[in-house]
Nanobody
Framework: QLHFVESGGELVQPGGSLRLSCEVSGDELHNYALGWFRQAPGSEREEVACISSDNTSTSYVDAVKGRFTISRSNFKGTLHLQMNSLKPEDTGVYFC??????????WGQGTRVTVSS
């Protein structure tokens, strides 16, 4: 079973940048596509970006394309999200999790990103 611990969120001004990190533990890490999800205030949690298990392909929601970059290291057990040109609508709690279907896993506590002047 995978476990996730997110970090790196903070208050940032519009146009700024942040790098989120996720420590992923579990024996089957290298078998799963992983991704970042966010939950804005009053909204459902949505998928933001995913990266394949072998690091060869990525996908992004249209709202973040060209601004966010997802990366992973199976060796280190880490997942990152580089966020540039941040907008107020990027505000929310960010979670890392498995992409695609499968048995439910425990969600981490998330990391809060606030984009505001």
């Amino acid at each position: 079973q995978l476990h996730f611990v997110e970090s790196g969120g903070e208050l940032v001004q519009p146009g700024g940048s942040l790098r989120l990190s996720c420590e992923v533990s579990g024996d089957e890490l290298h078998n799963y596509a992983l991704g970042w999800f966010r939950q804005a205030p009053g909204s459902e949690r949505e998928e933001v970006a995913c990266i394949s298990s072998d690091n060869t392909s990525t996908s992004y929601v249209d709202a973040v394309k060209g601004r966010f970059t997802i990366s992973r290291s199976n060796f280190k057990g880490t997942l990152h999200l580089q966020m540039n040109s941040l907008k107020p609508e990027d505000t929310g709690v960010y979670f890392c999790y498995r992409c695609g279907g499968g048995p439910p896993l425990p969600w981490g506590q998330g990391t809060r990103v606030t984009v505001s002047s």
